[in-house]
């Protein structure tokens, strides 16, 4: 079976640093995305990991281990802009492109 | 920076018609997806295409569900004979390879 598993909901202060993780049983792995989503919009791309490691992409970062089926999303120097919820979501196999998503983390940041 | 569109951005339909949800991809991208959100759930893949032809659908995708790409810009959803279960926001995504796909705004469908 596919199954991405994120933590519900998070609340952070300003200025802080929070690390939202995901773990994942796919049938397959191609890659791992990190989207940042805003209530009633489209997902929005942060990130990329296919290779195990740290990404680091401005006040973003994330982690994966491949043979760990985890991922870490790092957000630096919050800001309240960053309230939004964080959708994982993995690349499985085959070469069709089909993202399987988590149920998404929904960040607060308050001052 | 080039982005992807969709239209309408709302459709509101009685159980039973037919929907067509409109995209324009990002010009270069060469592969196109259907994705769905039902609001407060996670985001589900319906259909992925490549080459003038579906690569891979969803068990969501069924026979009431068709894509088609009628020119060179446009990719459409199709959906024959809706049912209230279809209420939710449809994004469309695109990519240029297998990699980073990038979303459209989405069109909000409520069926009555």
Known sequence: GQNIDQPTEMTATEGAIVQINCTYQTSGFNGLFWYQQHAGEAPTFLSYNVLD??????????????????????????????????????????????????????????? | ????????????????????????????HLYFYWYRQILGQKVEFLVSFYNNEISEKSEIFDDQFSVERPDGSNFTLKIRSTKLEDSAMYFCASSVGQETQYFGPGTRLLVL
Do not use: W
Request: aromatic share 6%; with cysteine; hydrophobic share 30%.
């Open chain 1, 53 to 111: 490691g740290l990404e680091e992409k401005g006040r973003f970062s994330s982690f994966l281990s491949r043979s760990k089926g985890y991922s870490y999303l790092l957000l630096k120097e919050l800001q309240m802009k960053d309230s939004a919820s964080y959708l994982c979501a993995v690349k499985g196999s085959g070469n069709t492109g089909k993202l399987i998503f988590g149920q998404g983390t929904t960040l607060q940041v308050k001052p």
């Open chain 2, 1 to 28: 920076e080039p982005e992807v569109t969709q239209t309408p951005s709302h459709q509101v339909t009685q159980m039973g018609q037919e929907v067509i949800l409109r995209c324009v991809p990002i010009s270069n």
